[in-house]
């Protein structure tokens, strides 16, 4: 539960307090900090490879994420090694700030294994595999008014019973060029098999252009989004218990996985 | 081997009963001269030779005293003492009954007869801390709403968890580790709203005992304490009604006989009514763009007793709780109903089989549940977890000659968990998910103590426990011993020792470190095995300033084994697979308590200083699972230093007041010492996630804090009233709740320009007024 969460629950006492100023800046002493490599790839056919790069940082340092030009990363698969090359770069459709890359065109299929390691001048080695996954498609997007004109999105699909699924899910208004209207992810632990259905409230107009994205992602990616989540939450949290960020990369912190998904726009009318 | 100690227990309690000193015993009853009720834990002291003991359940007490003129002193907190000579001879026994009058003065609850400290000294509990609603209502409370545990944790050795908060933390145990019974059953979660209220209406509780060690042989099922609450009685002399308006909640009790001196009753109900002026902001704020509705929220609790004196040695009672925290939001789109509360009822028949043995058979039932349900337009979801109890207990008391005052008794608990029910569908049935576990569990306990006086000087209390559970074709058993001894150094000073064995056999659910009222309840099952802690307690009395004063020293060491926790990011709400998300570790903990008390004169209050370290280690066969990387690590309540500073000052006849101050360590915290950016997909914006290393190694500011209060009695025509008015937090300190680390950004450049440490306070200065009435 999110702080704001928790003050919806306490809303009506602290609806007392209103205007008293209960928040107050303070310093904290850090204790010193070792900072590890943090990396960040998402394979998707068709595009090149492009892997980001960069260090943690203690917490009040400063805000801009320290790269590590001295870092080498090779993607590997079936034997075949391929040096990226350090040239960090904005991708400005994606937003992505990568610091490595190749030219060379991602074309692995469902179920190729692709390795990553990382070295850097430090001694420091990061290493991380990801299987391609096949997209799930969307059999249904629909909506639904109430009394006052709004409506709920529907996004419906069928899920595979064989195998153990996670999905990320995503809906967005106009573009991609910010951030989600909605977002979250699931296991398919207690719809294993069956139709499932991601839904909103009452949130949409007529005219609203929406677009809607279904991730079919890897336990690790699931395990990294869950923890990466939960660190979150417990910086704000008076309930929370600290989380350890689960990365599916082995000596740093990351994520390497690859993007499987299938995005529909439409319309609300 | 086990039935084996348990058998030799009892040919040890049969073996010493022969074994007479040169005493003999003096016994009878302590009432109330006003309704008879019989005062529990009233003390009858013998002021020559130091000795006292306190009265049992029914009122009743036995003094075992060699041949000699003595003069017998009852007394009870709020009553005028009362005191009678006898000479005890070895004739026939004698019976000395009291009748005590409630304390005169216009402010009686201020008066508190000293003769419990003397009690107290010769007593062979220790680690019990006894309080009754009249003292707390006297103390400043938060939103003016007296609460007894909140009271409680201005002893010594015992914590809150958190600002404004009633759950206990009772020598470095969890709140799941408290055995908190109302009238003999179990209540699983005592508290309202996140825990700032205790679900205690104080008009309906009679009196409250805290164990924070030397736990005696009839208690178990926890290990840190045992909170044992006793219902009102209800007035059998006549019809009466004693209530109190308040600033967030009111409450109205009422009693009397049904049938004099055979039947009586009291009824007692409390509820906030918060809900009545946010809904009125609600209305008013209809239609205006951007405002969010504030949710309904509100709480009750419902007390009943019904007392019928079958004759002259059968009482049964029936009584009953019921309390709910509902919690609501409804509108054209979005529908939530969040509830909460605990249940109780219980039927008990007391007994007397002749002067010296006396027995109380209770069935009881006890359940705790929260419901989440939540619509929207054809779906619908609904989370219930939810924990039932039915219990079969009895209890014997049996007074022996040559100062034996024996209990043996036993209880068989089965235990229904509901846990993550979780049920989803939609209006026209195209999809629906049902999931969630129910489990059972039998608990039981025998057990047999014997409260031994071997002298004026030296008593000893002992007893074993046999306990055990069953769930799922796996059972448990064990042994818990339980000792405790007092020795008189001198009239004025005694010596006191205590060891204590306790087992747990169901759990609570919960890595929020509050009481949340999502809490689960589990039961010990094939792979999670049950909690046991052992405690030793040594402890000096010394009464002083001709007996106004007493000083208390209590030094305790307490380890605990199969303490449980969860691994990071644990599922624990929808979850068919609970169990797996467990951990299991050791606890240590250790301190030292000393507490010096005046309760006599005008002016009369406590000073309370605990030192003490709490401690967990969780080192698992998968290190990936490991808390804090499998080392020890303090606990979030783990406090080094805790003062309190009671004093209470009778000005007049009409006007009391009260000032409570506390200090303590701060909490222990876990803060992230680094962070990394992680920008995710396209269509995410990048956010910034934060590295925790060790477990709560940070500390929060110390927190202090005053609260005043003043009683002013007021003369009403009829019956008697009061105005209480409370400053919560008097100089209004913004105590540490929590702290977190903010990013400072530039949102129209969408750049992040660094980070800042922040820390947030609950409450600030809270004034209130309560009015209380009573009619009789």
């Not at chain 2, 958190?162 to 055995?179: A, C, W």
């Amino acid at each position: 539960m999110k702080l704001k969460h928790t003050l919806f629950f306490l809303l009506p006492f602290i609806a007392a307090f209103y205007g008293c100023d209960m928040d107050k800046d303070i310093s904290i002493d850090l204790p010193s900090y070792n900072p590890q490599l943090v990396v960040e790839g998402y394979l998707e056919p068709g595009k090149p490879f492009r892997i980001a790069v960069q260090e943690s940082a203690s917490y009040f340092d400063a805000p801009t994420p320290p790269l590590v030009p001295d870092a080498e990363v090779v993607i590997t698969h079936n034997g075949r090694r391929i040096d990226l090359t350090y040239k960090p770069r904005l991708d400005n459709r994606t937003g992505f700030l990568y610091t490595h890359s190749s030219e060379e065109i991602m074309n692995g299929k469902p179920g190729d294994i692709y390795g990553l390691e990382v070295t850097d001048g430090k001694g420091r080695k990061v290493t991380g595999f990801t299987t391609i996954l096949p997209s799930v498609p969307i059999d249904t997007v629909e909506w639904r008014f109430n009394d006052e004109d709004e409506a709920l999105l529907l996004t419906s699909f069928q899920d595979d019973a064989n195998t153990e699924n996670y999905y990320r899910y995503m809906t967005h208004r106009d573009s991609l060029t910010h951030d989600s209207d909605r977002e979250f992810f699931s296991s398919d632990k207690l719809n294993n098999g069956n139709v499932i259905t991601f839904g909103s409230n009452y949130r949409y107009e007529r005219g609203s252009n929406l677009i809607v994205t279904l991730f079919n992602i890897e336990k690790q990616y699931y395990d990294f989004l869950s923890s990466s989540d939960n660190a979150k939450d417990s910086n704000g949290n008076p309930f929370a218990q600290p989380s350890r960020i689960r990365s599916s990369v082995q000596g740093g912190l990351g994520i390497f996985t690859n993007l499987a998904y299938v995005r529909k726009t439409i319309v609300i009318k | 081997m086990r039935f084996y100690h348990l058998y030799s227990l009892f040919f040890l309690l049969l073996f010493t009963v022969p074994a007479l000193a040169q005493n003999f015993q003096v016994r009878g009853s302590v009432r109330d001269a006003n309704n008879g009720e019989p005062l529990i834990g009233a003390t009858v002291a013998v002021p020559e030779i130091g000795l006292g003991t306190s009265t049992n359940e029914e009122g009743f007490y036995t003094l075992s005293l060699p041949e000699g003129e003595y003069t017998l002193q009852a007394s009870y907190i709020g009553y005028s003492s009362f005191s009678r000579s006898t000479r005890v001879t070895g004739g026939a026994q004698q019976r000395i009954n009291f009748t005590l009058d409630p304390a005169e003065t216009e402010l009686k609850e201020v008066q508190i007869e000293a003769n419990s400290l003397r009690q107290k000294l010769n007593d062979t509990r220790m680690s019990v801390e006894s309080l009754s609603s009249r003292e707390a209502k006297l103390l400043p409370a938060l939103f003016g709403e007296v609460d007894l545990v909140k009271t409680l944790q201005l002893k010594p050795g015992v914590q809150s968890g958190g600002e404004g908060t009633s759950g206990m933390y009772v020598r470095g145990g969890g709140p799941d580790q408290n055995l908190v019974l109302v009238d003999d059953a179990v209540i699983y979660n005592p508290s309202h709203l996140f825990g700032f209220f205790s679900v205690f209406n104080p008009d309906a509780v009679k009196s409250v005992d805290l164990y924070k060690g030397g736990f005696p042989a009839q208690y178990g099922g926890r290990l840190s304490s045992v909170l044992d609450v006793k219902l009102n009685e209800g007035n059998n002399e006549r019809i009466g009604a004693t209530g109190g308006i308040g600033l967030i909640a009111s409450r109205l009790t009422v009693d009397g006989p049904i049938v004099k001196d055979k039947v009586n009753f009291i009824v007692s109900a409390r509820r906030t009514y918060v809900d009545v002026f946010t809904r009125q902001i609600n209305r008013l704020s209809e239609g205006k763009p951007d405002y969010d509705p504030i949710p309904d929220y509100y709480f009750y609790d419902l007390n009943g007793k019904l007392t019928y004196k079958v004759g002259k040695n059968d009482e049964l009672t029936l009584s009953g709780y019921l309390g709910r925290d509902i919690f609501g939001f409804n509108d054209d789109r979005f529908k939530f109903d969040f509830n909460w509360g605990n249940t109780m009822g219980t039927l008990r028949w007391r007994h007397k089989f002749n002067n010296s043995l006396y027995a109380t058979t209770s069935l009881y039932t006890t359940g705790y549940r929260y419901s989440i349900n939540n619509a929207i337009d054809v779906f619908s979801a609904k989370l219930t977890s939810a924990v039932q109890d039915y219990t079969f207990k009895t209890d014997f008391d049996l007074f022996v000659k040559g100062g034996h005052s024996i209990k043996f008794g036993a209880m068989a608990t089965r235990h229904h968990f509901t846990i993550g029910r979780l049920n989803f569908e939609t209006g026209d049935s195209t999809q629906s998910i049902s999931t969630g576990t129910n489990l059972a569990g039998t608990e039981f306990g025998v057990y047999a103590s014997d409260d031994y006086q071997v002298s004026a000087q030296l008593s000893l209390n002992y007893g074993l426990r046999f306990s055990g559970f069953n769930s799922g074709g796996k059972t448990y058993t064990a042994l818990e011993p339980r000792a405790a001894a007092k020795y008189n150094l001198s009239e004025s000073t005694s010596l006191k020792a205590s060891f204590a064995s306790m087992k747990q056999y169901v759990h609570l659910v919960s890595n929020s470190g509050a009481s949340l009222p999502t809490d689960i309840w589990y039961p010990s099952t094939e792979g999670v095995e049950p909690q046991r802690s052992q405690q030793v307690a040594v402890g000096f009395n010394k009464l002083f300033g001709r007996g106004k004063y007493m000083f208390t020293n209590e030094v305790y060491y307490k380890w605990m084994t199969n303490q449980l926790d969860f691994r990071d990011g644990a599922n624990l709400f929808v979850n068919d697979n609970l169990q797996d998300e467990f951990l299991f570790g050791i606890g240590k903990s250790y301190g030292n308590e000393i507490y010096l008390e005046k309760i006599k004169g005008k002016t009369t209050g406590w000073l309370g200083y605990t030192l003490s370290w709490t401690y967990r280690k969780f080192d698992s066969e998968n290190d990936l699972d490991d808390i804090n990387e499998g080392r020890w690590f303090p606990t979030r309540y783990d406090r080094r230093h805790d003062i309190s500073l009671v004093v209470l000052h009778q000005l007049n006849k009409r006007l009391s007041v009260t000032g409570a101050f506390v200090f303590g360590t701060g909490n222990a915290y876990s803060i992230p010492v680094a962070r990394f950016v992680f920008q995710d997909v396209e269509g995410e914006d990048p956010s910034v996630i934060p590295i925790y290393e060790d477990r709560n190694s940070f500390r929060l500011a110390p927190y202090h804090r005053l609260d005043l209060s003043a009683v002013l009695k007021l003369k009403p025509k009829r019956g008697e009233s009061d105005l209480t008015f409370s400053v919560y937090n008097v100089y209004n300190r913004r105590n540490p709740y929590f702290v977190y680390f903010e990013q400072v950004r530039d949102e129209e450049r969408r750049e992040t320009l660094g980070f800042q440490a922040k820390q947030v306070a609950l409450f600030p200065l809270v004034p209130s007024i309560t009015y209380n009435f009573r009619f009789k």
